[in-house]
C-alpha cells in the first residue's frame, strides 16, 4: 500500500506541473489577446470541463501532458506559395494553416498568435518551461532550508566482511578475504574521530586519507557507546570499479565497468540531513540544470546505452530514467523500511524527485524543435532577426516566420519521442533501476 501511496504522490506532483506548465503559456496568451479555445491537462478522452470566458478547461483521461491550444499559431500562406498538390487538394502544409486559422470568427483575425510582436511570442512560449523552473527553484528552497540535503557523515554505516575476488561482485565467496575493516574491529556506528593523525570531519576527510595513505597501517580513532577506541587498520591494494561523480560505474568502449586498483578498507558511511541557508538555492539548482542539460546533450549516445541494455546484457545508465522508473522509485520512497530513514528523509527524496522531474521538463521544452517550446522560441527569435536585417536593409517586413513549413520535421520530432518514450517504458520494466538496488 506504501508503495502505491507514493506512486499516487508523484503523479499528482507531477500533474500538477504539467497544469501550472500550461498556466504558464495561458495567461500571457490571453492577457496579450491570443484566442485560447482550449486549456487541457492530459490526453485522450476528456473526464470533466468547463468553459468560462471562451475557454474550455478540463481533465483528460491520460495524465501523460497537456496542452494550451492558441489560435493562429501558423500563418497565412505568402502570395505565389503553392498551396496545393497537383490533384488540387491542399499540402499538408496549408491543412495545418487551415486548422490553424479555423476558429477564428469574423472580426477575430487580430487574435491570431502569429500577430504577436516578437517579444510577446517569447513571453508565451517561454511562460510554460519558466514555470517548471520556478518550480523547481520553489521546491529546492523547500527541501534545502527547510528539511535538508543528504550528506555522508563521519559515521560508519556499513561493513564489508570480505574483499571479493571478483571486483563487479559485491557478495563474499568462500576462499575471499576478509575486508581490512572488518579485520581492524570496525563496526557500523563508529564514528571516525582521526584518520592516520588527520582529524576527521565528513566521510571525505576519510576517503581522502584512505588514498593518500596507501597500504600503510593507520591508527584510526573511533567513538564507540561515547567511548574513543583506537584501531589499527591497514588497507589492501584492491581492484575496484571506477565510478564517475554520480557514482555510476565507467564503462570501456567494449561497455564493461572499468577497474583501478587502489587501497580499500570495505566500509561504507551513513548520511544525515543538513538544512542549507537560503543562500544556498541557487547553487544546488544551477547543479540541478547543468547535470540535466549534460544528459539531454548526451541523450542519443545514453538511448543507446538504454537500448543495449534493455536488450542486451549491458548495464543501464542510472541517468536516464523514465516515468514508470520515476514510479518505482516514488513507490520505493514511500516503502522502504530503514533505521534513520524516516518521515523527513522520504519527504526530501520525493521533493528531488519533483525538482529533477520539472527541471527536465524546463530543459527538455527549451530543445529549440518543433512541437516543443524552445522550437516555437526559435521561430520567434529568426522572425525577429529578419524583421531587424529587412530595417536596417530598408526593405519591406518579411512578416512573421512561417513556421508551417517544418511540418515535417515535426512529425519525426514526434516520432523520436514517442520511440523515445516506448524505449525507456520498456526498460524500466525489463532491466530496471531501484533505488534499494
Known sequence: MDFVIGVLILAVGLILSIALHEIGHLV??????????QYMVGFGKTL????????????????????VRLVGMYPPARTGRASLRRDGRPTMVQEARDVALAELGPGEEHRAFYHLTVPRKLVVMLGGPAMNLLIATVLMGVMAVGLGIAQYTATVGNVQQCVPADPARAECAPGDPAAPGAAAGLRQGDEVVSWAGTPVHDWADITAAI????????????????????????????????????????????????TEMRPYVGIGPTFE?????????????????????????????????????????????????????????????????????????????MLSLLVSLNMALFVFNLIPLLPLDGGHVAGALWEGARRQVARVRARPDPGPADTARLLPLTYVVVAFMLGMSLLLAYADIVNPLTLTG
Not at 574513543?228 to 571506477?242: F, I, S
Request: no cysteine; aromatic share 6%.
Open 211 to 258: 588514498s593518500s595513505g596507501g597500504t600503510v597501517p593507520a591508527a584510526v580513532v573511533v567513538e564507540r557507546d561515547g567511548h574513543p577506541r583506537t584501531l589499527q587498520v591497514t588497507p589492501r591494494l584492491t581492484e575496484r570499479p571506477v565510478v564517475d561523480a554520480s557514482g555510476a560505474p565507467v564503462t570501456d568502449h567494449s561497455g564493461r565497468p572499468r
Open 28 to 37: 500571457p496568451a490571453k492577457k496579450f489577446g491570443v484566442k485560447v479555445p
Open 273 to 349: 540531513l543538513v538544512r542549507q541557508s537560503p543562500a544556498a538555492v541557487p547553487g544546488l539548482v544551477w547543479t540541478t540544470f547543468t547535470g540535466t542539460v549534460d544528459v539531454v546533450l548526451h541523450l542519443p549516445q545514453r538511448l543507446v546505452g538504454v537500448a543495449q541494455a534493455a536488450f542486451g546484457t549491458a548495464e543501464r545508465d542510472p541517468g536516464v530514467v523514465g516515468l514508470v522508473g520515476v514510479g518505482r522509485f516514488a513507490g520505493e520512497i514511500a516503502s522502504v523500511d530503514g533505521a534513520g530513514y524516516g518521515l523527513a528523509e522520504r519527504s526530501a527524496d
Open 48 to 67: 470533466w470541463s468547463r468553459t468560462v470566458r471562451g475557454t474550455e478547461y478540463g481533465i483528460k483521461a491520460l495524465p501523460l501532458g497537456g496542452y
